[in-house]
């Protein structure tokens, strides 16, 4: 992948700070992931949250070992506290350089740590996109994080399984195009995708 470790912390801020603009009436709103309410997109958020910080810290287990698949993620209660925190740890877990070395779990699969990081990046970049595009919020990733997610489909796109079918068939955008849109195209979203 990339390489190089880089800081979760800007991009984990950026989607605590889109899901505190969440309010109680945009939860049962649709969103990018047509099996996905509001309410489930970020309770699939807090589940990644907590595994991506469990994989940086090789804290395998439970929470490493769960398939995405498996349920329809859902908030829990007092989410808005724990969404955040979770984000905050994975981020610190990530700093240390520890867990960029050898292999680590998560979604029950074992990866090596670069990699790991690399789906961490993608998963909050890109949900962070369906968030903000299903509750009407201006979004800005952080380019970092934009970038190594824009590396990571890249290299992914020519699979034809497509990391085992979580991604939707590609959907073209313009050369032109902003990196977003085309980081949107490559996880199989339309970039003019509107509630």
């Known amino acids: 992948m990339t390489g190089q470790t880089f800081d979760f912390g800007p991009q984990a801020l950026v989607v605590a700070r889109l899901a505190a603009g969440v309010t109680d009436a945009r939860l049962d709103g649709a969103t990018p992931c047509p099996e996905y309410a509001v309410h489930n997109l970020l309770g699939h958020l807090a589940g990644l949250a907590v595994a991506f910080r469990d994989a940086g810290r090789k804290d395998l287990g439970p929470t490493t070992d769960a ?34 070395t050898g292999t680590t779990r998560a979604g029950g699969v074992t990866l090596p740590a670069e990699v790991a ?79």
């Open 67 to 100: 398939s995405p698949a498996a349920i329809l993620p859902d908030i829990e209660a007092g989410w808005r506290e724990a969404l955040p925190k979770a984000l905050d740890e994975l981020a610190d877990a990530w700093r240390d350089p520890a867990a960029w």
């Open 117 to 195: 990081a690399a789906v961490a990046a993608d998963e909050l970049v890109v949900h962070g996109w369906d968030l903000a595009r299903a509750t009407g919020q201006d979004y800005e990733p952080d380019g970092t994080a934009l970038r190594v997610t824009h590396q990571f489909l890249t290299g992914v796109a020519d699979d034809p399984t497509r990391l085992g079918g979580i991604f939707g068939p590609i959907v073209p955008v313009s050369d032109g195009a902003p990196l977003l849109d085309h980081v949107a195209g490559l996880s199989g979203r339309d970039p003019r995708w509107k509630p």
